[in-house]
């Protein structure tokens, strides 16, 4: 029984509002749920507290055990059989798919990585790929189609420099390790030459002129080393297991946006500065002056970004359009979706860009022109190295079993310190403090799964009952939170409140375990423990999910 919604029902007829702000009290002798009547206050001309009174007087179900007035607010006390018997049985009946909406037709679109072609992925596209691929399936949870697409910058003065490096220094050599860092490699070459031969910076721009101008040589070597770029980036990709609808090739659509700039010089909504730039004027926006197009004809990002906007609608038609891009372009957003505003773009008003913060090492920033970049891959190596040291130092398993827990646990080590906290914040991934099983981790969340997974393999049978004590019942309570935490996750696209969540559960979860018997209680109170565990190892596997985390049955 979804008590929330028959309370809201209830409320909606009573108050005649179309939405009700229905809150959780942070202590339980205030009720389960409470309603805050400020919101009526204008509308019927009398103070929170007489309202309260008046709706105390409400008609309600059995499954709603009182309502009383307290203050301003109005609060329900649910029935705690029935809710706790109908929060186990739900989760049970649901399983994969408890906490779940239905589905509707909105479709969200998400960005992620956004990678250049000039080195292979890094930290910070590591964060990016992670909050791809939760920020999608947590959207999908509260029910809408999330759709990954791609933008891969495969034609610029990045790009140029690793190419010209490579047209100079590499011989024609093939890649002769994994491609994306073969082309890597190049881009860190051209960076040490160029202390040496300041001339070739005036040599990279010059090969995105004729680029852009259409010479076959330069195109033909641009080509063959995004190739090697995009067919690394890939394997990193199934690696971490974002999964892309669609790829967008700079190459392919720049000279378009190239179009609806020229278009708009001719309309007289973009002009020339004094150095022949194209731009546009949004000091009215506080936001300053843009150029679109450079004088010598070649394309800024945003010049292409306007485009590409215009085409994922077309293809698309979303309802949302998330970009997950790094917070130092919080600027270039803003005026992206004014100038699309201002072009007339009615889905304007539907993009969003989600920004995330830097990512910082132990050791400090990371360069990675000068070679000192800690990338995607190497990082996930020595994750999973560090997760086979763990798991030894508990267990003798297999070498196939070792190599399936490691990758597990380093994923989960990886993805749950990158999600668990605001995107927006800067902060310092810790390798070695990321894969303990203690304490705000990922493993330490799996290691409770697995640990309730054992309690359920040594029980082996059990009949389903409902006889709980009073902390029982407060876990369960927790456990019938997860639908809310999904929807409130999904409307704030804030993946630390599912890992919070989580941390929440298994904690409250863990310190049970110590207090209370579960194998060795008597018949009927060891069955209802038995049937907890088991809801409770459906909702952790069910919250890890939304992080793109697996849920080992062994640790």
């Known amino acids: 029984m979804d008590f929330k919604k028959q309370i809201e029902t209830i409320l909606k007829r009573e108050t005649k509002l179309k939405e009700i702000p229905l809150e959780i009290p942070n202590n339980p002798d205030f009720g389960d749920y409470a309603f805050p009547c400020f919101i009526l206050s204008k509308k019927l001309r009398k103070s929170p507290i007489d309202i309260a009174k008046d709706l105390q007087k409400i008609k309600i179900p059995k499954s709603i055990e009182k309502v009383e007035a307290r203050g301003p607010y109005l609060n329900f006390f649910i029935n705690k059989s029935i809710f706790i018997e109908g929060t186990i049985k739900k989760i049970l009946k649901e399983k994969d798919n408890y906490g779940k909406s239905k589905p509707s037709k909105e479709i969200i679109l998400i960005e992620s990585p956004g990678p250049n072609t000039n080195k292979p992925l890094h930290l910070g596209h590591l964060r990016n790929m992670v909050l791809g691929i939760s920020i999608s399936k947590i959207q999908e949870a509260a029910g809408k189609k999330a759709i990954n697409v791609d933008i891969i910058n495969d034609r610029g003065i990045h790009i140029a420099k690793s190419a010209l490096a490579y047209k100079k220094f590499g011989k024609n050599k093939k890649p002769n390790k994994k491609s994306d860092h073969f082309v890597g490699d190049y881009y860190i070459l051209y960076s040490k030459k160029l202390k040496q031969h300041p001339e070739l910076e005036n040599e990279a721009q010059e090969m995105i002129r004729k680029y852009e101008a259409g010479d076959k040589q330069t195109i033909n070597l641009f080509n063959k080393m995004n190739k090697w770029a995009i067919n690394g980036f890939k394997e990193t990709y199934n690696r971490v297991g974002i999964n892309i609808k669609k790829t967008y090739l700079e190459s392919e659509h720049y000279k378009k ?299």
């Open 257 to 555: 946006g190239k179009s609806i700039v020229l278009k708009g010089l001719k309309d007289k909504t973009f002009k020339k500065d004094k150095e022949g730039n194209i731009t546009i004027n949004l000091e009215k926006y506080d936001l300053g002056e843009k150029i679109l197009l450079r004088k010598d004809g070649t394309s800024v990002y945003i010049t292409q970004d306007i485009y590409l906007a215009q085409k994922r609608y077309k293809d698309f038609r979303f309802d949302k359009m998330i970009y997950i891009v790094g917070s130092e372009q919080i600027h270039h957003f803003k005026v992206l979706f004014t100038i699309l505003e201002i072009l007339g773009y009615k889905f304007a008003k539907k993009c969003y860009h989600l920004p995330y913060g830097m990512v910082y090492l132990p050791e400090g920033r990371m360069k990675s022109r000068e070679g000192k970049v800690i990338d995607t891959d190497n990082l996930l190596d020595d994750i999973k190295e560090l997760a086979k040291k763990e798991i030894i130092k508990r267990n003798k398993v297999s070498k196939t079993e070792l190599e399936k827990r490691s990758k597990q646990i380093a994923q989960a080590a990886v993805k749950f310190f990158l999600l668990n906290r605001d995107s927006l914040k800067d902060f310092t991934f810790n390798p070695e403090e990321s894969i303990k099983f203690e304490g705000n981790t990922g493993p330490y969340i799996q290691y409770t799964h697995a640990r309730a997974c054992s309690i359920l393999r040594k029980a082996k049978t059990f009949k389903p009952a409902y006889r709980f004590n009073h902390e029982e019942q407060q876990i369960i309570k927790q456990l019938s939170e997860l639908p809310d935490i999904i929807k409130q996750s999904a409307q704030n696209y804030k993946t630390h409140i599912i890992t919070n969540y989580l941390l929440a559960i298994s904690k409250k979860f863990n310190e049970y375990y110590q207090k209370y018997p579960v194998l060795n209680a008597e018949s009927k109170i060891r069955n209802s423990r038995l049937t907890l565990v088991k809801a409770m190892i459906q909702t952790i596997k069910n919250g890890l999910s939304l992080l793109g985390i697996e849920s080992p049955s062994k640790m």
